[in-house]
């Protein structure tokens, strides 16, 4: 299998950005119950206006999270571009009886996450904030060092241990937003699916990042698009928080009741914002519905 993705910076160290970029290229890899085998990278660079010095230091990032995943970075290509761009062409091997989809999920199932979501609020807060905001005591500083922890882990050992738990269906938390992802692994599982909010969990201040108005476009038009998904009511914050747009995000996999607390409980012991966050159900296929809001 083979998949791609790049994006603009969303941290202002170089390295960081490339370790993110890498680790989310290789996300929809795992997501599939496979491993990484090699990538090429991919990068727009503006040279006239940044030295190459600091694309190195970009692509060293990169190469530093692949050789923690154990892939080769056997070339690639780059560009000229008006803003600097980066990220991976990851190709990766499962055994057919070993791959996961988002349509295996069935009537029962629990639904578990294994990362705290909020990247998109955070991304935004950076951009909008003086560059101190990030620095030890920094208004930021503790959302932003949970967030790049959260966005640079790889998903290989959430992958392990959705395996050990019998996942049924997988699918990776990107920008489409929690909500989002797993509307699609309902629908393409024919159920309907039940989100604890109170569940979900959170990247520290995400919730004040959203009273401070920090949404980024994507998140507003995720929001816009699961809300006639949903059934019942739901408040703006937590329909916001929910829909946020993640880079580098978490696994979100199905699996049997009784395998779904252990699973959790080995991934927070191993780092992991993990959780139990809700369960499928038989019902109209897509449909979702948020309780405890």
């Not at 199932?109 to 003086?130: E, F, H, Q």
């Not at 009273?211 to 998140?219: K, N, P, V």
Request: charged share 20%; with cysteine; proline share 5%.
């Amino acid at each position: 299998m083979a998949t791609a993705d790049f994006f603009t910076p969303i941290v202002d160290d170089a390295r960081t950005w490339g370790r993110i970029a890498a680790a989310n290229a290789a996300s929809d890899v795992y997501a599939m119950g496979a491993a990484p085998l090699f990538a090429l990278n991919l990068t727009g660079w503006p040279r006239d206006r940044l030295p190459l010095e600091l694309l190195g230091e970009v692509l060293a990032g990169g190469a530093e999270v692949a050789i923690e995943g154990g892939w080769a970075v056997v070339g690639g290509h780059t560009i000229d571009s008006p803003e600097p761009l980066y990220g991976q062409a990851v190709v990766g091997e499962v055994a057919e009886r070993e791959l996961l989809t988002n349509a295996g999920g069935r009537p029962g199932d629990s639904v578990v996450l294994t990362k705290a979501i909020g990247t998109g609020l955070l991304a935004t807060a950076v951009k909008r904030s003086d560059a101190d905001a990030v620095m030890p005591g920094g208004a930021l500083a503790e959302t932003y060092a949970a967030a790049v922890a959260s966005m640079t882990r790889l998903n290989l050992e959430a992958l392990t241990v959705a395996r050990r738990a019998a996942a049924t269906a997988a699918t990776d938390v990107t920008g489409f937003g929690l909500l989002g992802h797993l509307h699609q692994l309902a629908r393409a599982s024919a159920v309907t699916a039940v989100v604890r909010a109170r569940d979900v969990p959170l990247l520290p201040g995400a919730s004040a990042l959203v009273d401070a108005g920090h949404i980024a476009g994507g998140t507003r038009r995720n929001a816009a698009h699961v809300r006639p998904l949903l059934d019942g009511e739901v408040d703006e914050r937590t329909l916001t928080l929910l829909a946020d747009a993640q880079t580098s995000g978490g696994l979100l996999f199905t699996c049997p009741p009784d395998r779904a607390e252990p699973a959790a409980d080995e991934l927070r012991a191993s780092g992991h914002a993990a959780a139990v966050i809700g369960r499928l159900t038989a019902g109209e296929p897509g449909r979702m519905r948020i309780v405890d809001a």
